[in-house]
Structure formats: structure tokens, C-alpha cells
């Protein structure tokens, strides 16, 4: 009875003993842990913070783009820190590593097409075919843009509907910026049947173009012959304006063109036809039938 109870103290000392090295050894490990994880969160901190004034100061780098990079700085340090951790326990960060990369792989597969419009996102936003305020067309979409995100682009359109395109449909199809260039060109045709009236008739479209002050001298505005028809001479004015000014001026110089040709008109007037983005107009009997062309917004 005496040796049980000599075993039993025995072993109970045996397993206290260990159990204070185990104590010791992990209060160790736990306050290490501890340390990493307080220095790691502000090591990430303060790296995400540099990486995002670093950005800041590079021409062309949007801010959503700045951020963007400056989120994954830091989650990529804090998962570094997360595993560095683990290892003070004596995990095998192999197996975890390994772990995530097929988690990665498969989330990847997963969200193929968002990672996608993620990827055209960053490079329409390093790019930069178009900025906010500006009107763009594509084969698909059309409008003023109102924001670019990693995922999608805003738009509104000429009759004020909210439209939402997908990055990866905006990078994989050529863009027309009407807003980009400062100053843009238009033309017009008209049809004269007279051969005598020839030069009276471009000395007026000159003039009329001269005349407007919206209309830039340089590049200089051209009057000359486009073409010969069966019945009439097709005479072309071609006239450079500000983006700003374009839609406005396009405008006018149609009713410009035909009040002055009609005050002048013979038993076969001039046909006018505004001819936009090298687009040719269909006309008729004599009355502006232009192709309307698309609209400019800054």
C-alpha cells in the first residue's frame, strides 16, 4: 500500500515537473507570437501607408489603383506575419503554404471572369483611355463616363440612363474618346449644279466659316472640290473647332450654310449635307439630311 502511493506521489511530481517546462517553453512561444503579431500589424501599417503616398506622387496613378495596391501590400504581410506565427508552435508552414496556394487556384478558376474585369480595371485605370467626364463609344456602350472601378465602369447616356459595362468588354473592344482631343474637325458637303456658280459658291462657304469665331484659324479652314456627280459638283468645307464648341458649332454652320444657299438658290439649290467623323450623309430633294454625329461632352 505504501509503494502505490510512493508511485502515485511520484508520478505526480514526474507530471507537474513537465508540465512547468511546457509552461515555460510555450509562455515563450505565446509571447513571441504575441510580439510578431503587434510588430507584424504595424509593420504592414506603415508599408501600406509609405506604398500609398509613394503612389500618390506618380503622375497618372489613380487613387482607386493606389489603394488597390496598397490593400494587397498589406494582406500579403499580414498572412506572411499569420504563418510566421504559426511556426513558433512548430506548425509546418509548408503544408500551409501549400494549402493556400491550391485555395488560391481554385478561387481563381472560380472567379475567372471577376479577376478578368479586375485585371482590365488595372489597366484602364494605369492606361488611361478615357477619364471621368468624358464621352466615349465603343461597339457596345456609349456615354459620359462617371466613374471607373476595379470591376466596372459608370456611364450616362445622351437620354440620361445609368449604364454599368463590365472593365474586360471596355479593354477587349477599340474605344472612341470624343472628349480626349482639344480641338476636333467637321465637314461639310454641298452639291452645286451650276458649273458658273463654282467659285461663288465655295467664296461663301469660306466665308461663312471665317465669319464664325468659334471656328479655328489654325488649322485653317479648306474649301475645296470632293467629287463629281451626274448632275452637280460636290464641294466640301472643312473646319477645325474646340471639343467644347464642336456640337454647337456643327450645328450652326448646317443652318448657316443652308439659309445662305437658299437666299442664293436657282431653280436647283445647293443640297447641304453635314458629314460627321468622315461619315458620308444621304440627301434628297434638296433638304439637310445629315447623319447626326455623336455627341461631345467634356
Do not use: C
Request: net charge neutral; aromatic share 8%; hydrophobic share 50%.
Amino acid at each position: 500500500m505504501q509503494q502505490q502511493a510512493a508511485d502515485v506521489l511520484l508520478a505526480t511530481q514526474t507530471a507537474l515537473s513537465q508540465a512547468s517546462a511546457l509552461a515555460v517553453q510555450y509562455s515563450f512561444s505565446v509571447l513571441g507570437a504575441v510580439i510578431l503579431l503587434v510588430l507584424g500589424w504595424a509593420l504592414a501599417g506603415f508599408a501600406s501607408r509609405w506604398a500609398y503616398e509613394g503612389l500618390s506622387r506618380v503622375h497618372g496613378i489613380d487613387e482607386t489603383l493606389a489603394r488597390f495596391f496598397t490593400n494587397v501590400l498589406r494582406y500579403a504581410l499580414l498572412i506572411l506575419v499569420f504563418i510566421t506565427v504559426l511556426g513558433q508552435f512548430g506548425v509546418q508552414t509548408a503544408s500551409i503554404i501549400a494549402a493556400l496556394g491550391a485555395a488560391g487556384l481554385a478561387i481563381g478558376l472560380a472567379l475567372q471572369g471577376t479577376l478578368q474585369n479586375i485585371a482590365a480595371g488595372i489597366m484602364l485605370l494605369i492606361l488611361r483611355p478615357f477619364r471621368v467626364g468624358e464621352y466615349i463609344e465603343t461597339s457596345s456602350v456609349a456615354g459620359t463616363v462617371r466613374e471607373i472601378g476595379l470591376f466596372a465602369t459608370e456611364l450616362r447616356t445622351t437620354d440620361g440612363l445609368y449604364r454599368l459595362a463590365p472593365n474586360s468588354t471596355l479593354w477587349n473592344t477599340p474605344i472612341t474618346n470624343f472628349s480626349r482631343e482639344a480641338t476636333r474637325q467637321n465637314e461639310l458637303k454641298i452639291k452645286v449644279a451650276d458649273e458658273d456658280d463654282l467659285d461663288q459658291a465655295m467664296e461663301r462657304l469660306m466665308g461663312l466659316a471665317k465669319a464664325d469665331s468659334r471656328v479655328l484659324t489654325s488649322p485653317a479652314p479648306s474649301v475645296f472640290i470632293d467629287s463629281l456627280d451626274d448632275n452637280a459638283i460636290v464641294v466640301t468645307l472643312r473646319y477645325w473647332a474646340k471639343t467644347g464648341d464642336w456640337w454647337v458649332v456643327s450645328r450652326d454652320m448646317v443652318k448657316r450654310v443652308k439659309l445662305a444657299f437658299d437666299e442664293k438658290a436657282t431653280d436647283k439649290p445647293a443640297v447641304v449635307a453635314d458629314v460627321s467623323d468622315a461619315a458620308p450623309a444621304n440627301t434628297s430633294n434638296g433638304r439637310v439630311t445629315a447623319k447626326r454625329p455623336a455627341p461631345t461632352r467634356q
